[in-house]
């Protein structure tokens, strides 16, 4: 996929899945595919860091998906893409 901001497709899963209007079906896969992008982005896109100005920059709503997916990058001591991420 090339993307100019590969941040957008990682923002609007995890805004989906934070809806009591979505599909509660699909809430659950689009978690994980917010949470798998920004594997993706901390494995293979150095150049685009996920530090403290990446998360300045978030909207409110996300960055609770944000702390979230941190937490498991400090507490899994594996490389980024190889945790699974629980719906």
């Known amino acids: 996929m090339v993307r100019v901001r590969p941040f957008s497709d990682e923002q609007s899963r995890l805004w989906m899945a934070a809806q009591a ?48 997916w941190r937490a498991q990058q400090a507490g899994s001591g594996s490389g980024a893409g190889r945790r699974r991420h629980r719906p």
């Not at 798998?36 to 100005?53: I, S, T």
């Open 21 to 68: 209007k979505r599909n509660p079906l699909k809430r659950p896969k689009d978690r994980l595919q917010g949470l798998a992008l920004l594997d993706a982005v901390a494995e293979a896109m150095p150049h685009y860091p996920l530090d403290p100005n990446f998360e300045a920059g978030l909207p409110e709503s996300l960055v609770p998906y944000f702390a979230e």
